[in-house]
Nanobody, 123 residues
Framework: QVQLVESGGGLVQAGGSLRLSCAAS????????MGWFRQAPGKEREFGAA????????SYADSVKGRFTISRDNAKNTLNLRMNSLKTEDTAVYYC????????????????WGQGTQVTVSS
């Protein structure tokens, strides 16, 4: 069992930066691939970024590639997402999730996910 709690969301101007964090409980955090997905009002859930259990491999959606950086610290059971050059279209609720593989995360299939944190980017 893994419980996930996101933090770090907020209101930021376009072009600004935010750093999201996801705190995980449970001793099996390091066994899971992790990822971030987002959902804007009226839109489908969208994959954002994924990272392997070791942290060596990462994957990004084209919409965030080059602007967002995913990282994890297995010793601290934390997952992070550094978001730079934010755009108004990045406005959404951001969720962290755990799954068996990065491929499942890219397909937006999660075993566990958090409650989400709101990110609002103003123009």
């Amino acid at each position: 069992q893994v419980q996930l709690v996101e933090s770090g969301g907020g209101l930021v101007q376009a072009g600004g930066s935010l750093r999201l964090s996801c705190a995980a409980s449970g001793r099996t955090f390091s066994k899971y691939a992790m990822g971030w997905f987002r959902q804007a009002p009226g839109k489908e859930r969208e994959f954002g970024a994924a990272i392997s259990w070791s942290g060596i491999s990462t994957s990004y959606a084209d919409s965030v590639k080059g602007r967002f950086t995913i990282s994890r610290d297995n010793a601290k059971n934390t997952l992070n997402l550094r978001m730079n050059s934010l755009k108004t279209e990045d406005t959404a609720v951001y969720y962290c999730g755990a799954s068996g593989t990065m491929e499942l995360i890219r397909k937006r299939s999660f075993d566990y996910w958090g409650q989400g944190t709101q990110v609002t980017v103003s123009s």
